[in-house]
């Protein structure tokens, strides 16, 4: 009986240490974050917002001025010709409206491009570190509850990516 014990105590050990070696984590947010290509995907991308918030605040204001001339002719102006000139105005709210959103959906459209290609080069690391390294398993850390520090090669593919 106790050799059967001391077996399955030794086992366990055995068994735990090939999985804890096998199974790693990477926090793929953190790569996204700190690494300097997802770094300069970020300040592209913040460029990008910032250009279109002063391009898009010029327009506004523009539009903001042209409303108050509108409103100003009420009086002066025949209804129809009023009527007309407010459809006008209307018109060009709705293609600003449009103008903006084209531009978020086209700068949201570079930034997926861009970060699944990150994420497909991280990919890549990922399938080559773990051949070289006997890992069979690499899970997200936002998926993980738990695990030992040594599981944890995040800093390890961060150096290989910013290489």
Same mark, same amino acid.
């Not at 910032?50 to 409103?71: P, Q, R």
């Not at 010709?81 to 459209?109: G, L, P």
């Given at each position: 009986? #106790?050799?059967?014990?001391?077996?399955?105590?030794? @086992?366990?050990?055995?068994?735990?240490?090939?999985?804890?070696? $096998?199974?790693?984590?990477?926090?793929?947010?953190?790569?996204?974050?700190?690494?300097?290509?997802?770094? =300069?995907?970020?300040?592209?991308?913040? =460029?990008?917002?910032?250009?279109?918030? #002063?391009?898009?605040?010029?327009?506004?204001? /523009?539009? $903001?001025?042209?409303? /108050?001339?509108?409103?100003? /002719?009420?009086?002066?102006?025949?209804?129809?010709?009023?009527?007309? $000139?407010?459809? /006008?105005?209307?018109?060009?709210?709705?293609? @600003?409206?449009? $103008?903006?959103?084209?531009?978020?959906?086209?700068? =949201?459209?570079?930034?997926?491009? +861009?970060?699944?290609?990150?994420?497909?080069?991280?990919?890549?690391?990922?399938?080559? @570190?773990?051949?070289?390294?006997?890992?069979?398993?690499?899970?997200?850390?936002?998926?993980?509850?738990?695990? +030992?520090?040594?599981?944890?090669?995040?800093?390890?593919?961060?150096?290989?990516?910013?290489?």
């Amino acid at each position: 009986m #106790k050799k059967v014990f001391f077996f399955l105590i030794i @086992y366990s050990f055995f068994v735990s240490s090939v999985w804890s070696s $096998e199974i790693s984590i990477v926090d793929i947010t953190f790569l996204l974050k700190n690494s300097n290509k997802g770094k =300069n995907i970020q300040k592209e991308i913040d =460029n990008l917002n910032s250009e279109n918030l #002063k391009l898009f605040k010029e327009k506004k204001k /523009k539009l $903001e001025v042209k409303e /108050k001339k509108i409103a100003s /002719k009420k009086n002066i102006l025949s209804q129809e010709d009023f009527n007309n $000139e407010v459809s /006008k105005f209307r018109n060009e709210v709705t293609n @600003y409206e449009n $103008e903006r959103k084209k531009s978020a959906q086209k700068i =949201n459209s570079v930034k997926i491009t +861009k970060i699944t290609k990150l994420l497909g080069e991280i990919n890549s690391i990922l399938v080559d @570190y773990s051949s070289k390294n006997s890992i069979t398993t690499i899970i997200d850390k936002k998926n993980v509850i738990i695990t +030992k520090q040594e599981n944890d090669i995040t800093k390890e593919i961060l150096k290989i990516l910013n290489n």
